[in-house]
């Protein structure tokens, strides 16, 4: 079967940094991806992970451990705009599809 | 360049009506995608249409379906509807080149409440 698990809900300081956890176990992996999702909002694309390692983009990082199935998403410096829900996502097929298999997100409490 | 745009934006219905909403996907993209968001599930992934063609599609009953248009526009339609089909149903595109690393771009959702 395919089960992506994350933490439901998480809460942190402004300016602090937070790492939110993903493990996945499906029948096939292409890729891994993180969306962030304000509340009433569409999804927006943050990172995407293919190999295993560190993708550094600005605040916001992402890890991939193929072996483990496991990914975490690194946020620093937080923000109270990024209190929203974050979503993990991966890509079982290669080829031409789109068919991405989520996780039910984590909600991010950013406090002050 | 404008994003997905999806319409309309909230609709109530009742037990075994029928529903239609609409996806115009980002000027350029061939694949158009739709999930289904509920909070306990998350976001299911329903059916994605590339040039006109269903590419792809999830584990649900045949109630849900799908059209594209040839300019890439998209309709779902769900018929019969339950109790259960209340969600917020997400359109999503992007270029359809089958690269791994093709990210899709999401629209704000149809919120679809079922009474």
């Known amino acids: 079967g395919q089960n992506i698990d994350q933490p439901t809900e998480m809460t942190a300081t402004e300016g602090a940094i937070v790492q939110i956890n993903c493990t996945y176990q499906?029948?096939?992996?292409?890729?891994l991806f993180w969306y962030q999702q304000h509340a009433g909002e569409a999804p927006t694309f943050l990172s995407y992970n293919v190999l295993d390692g560190l993708e550094e983009k600005g605040r916001f990082s992402s890890f991939l451990s193929r072996s483990k199935g496991y990914s975490y998403l690194l946020l620093k410096e937080l923000q109270m705009k990024d209190s929203a829900s974050y979503l993990c996502?991966?890509?079982?097929?290669?080829?031409?599809?789109?068919?991405?298999?989520f996780g039910t997100g984590t909600l991010l409490a950013v406090q002050p | 360049k404008a994003g997905v745009t999806q319409t309309p934006r909230y609709l109530i219905k009742t037990r075994g009506q029928q529903v239609t909403l609409s996806c115009s996907p980002i000027?350029?993209?061939?694949?158009v995608s739709w999930y289904q968001q509920t909070p306990g599930q998350g976001l299911q992934f329903l059916f994605e249409?590339?040039?006109?063609?269903?590419?792809n599609k999830g584990n649900f009953p045949g109630r849900f379906s799908g059209r594209q248009f040839s300019n890439s526009r998209s309709e779902m339609n769900v018929s019969t509807l339950e109790l259960g089909d209340s969600a917020l149903y997400l359109c999503?595109?992007?270029?359809?080149?089958?690269?791994?690393?093709?990210?899709?771009?999401f629209g704000s959702g149809t919120q679809l409440s079922v009474l």
């Open positions: 249409y590339f040039s006109e063609t269903q590419r």
């Open positions: 499906t029948s096939g992996f292409n890729g």
């Open positions: 000027s350029g993209h061939r694949s």
């Open positions: 999503a595109s992007s270029p359809g080149q089958g690269s791994s690393n093709e990210k899709l771009f």
């Open positions: 996502a991966v890509r079982t097929y290669g080829g031409a599809t789109n068919k991405l298999i």
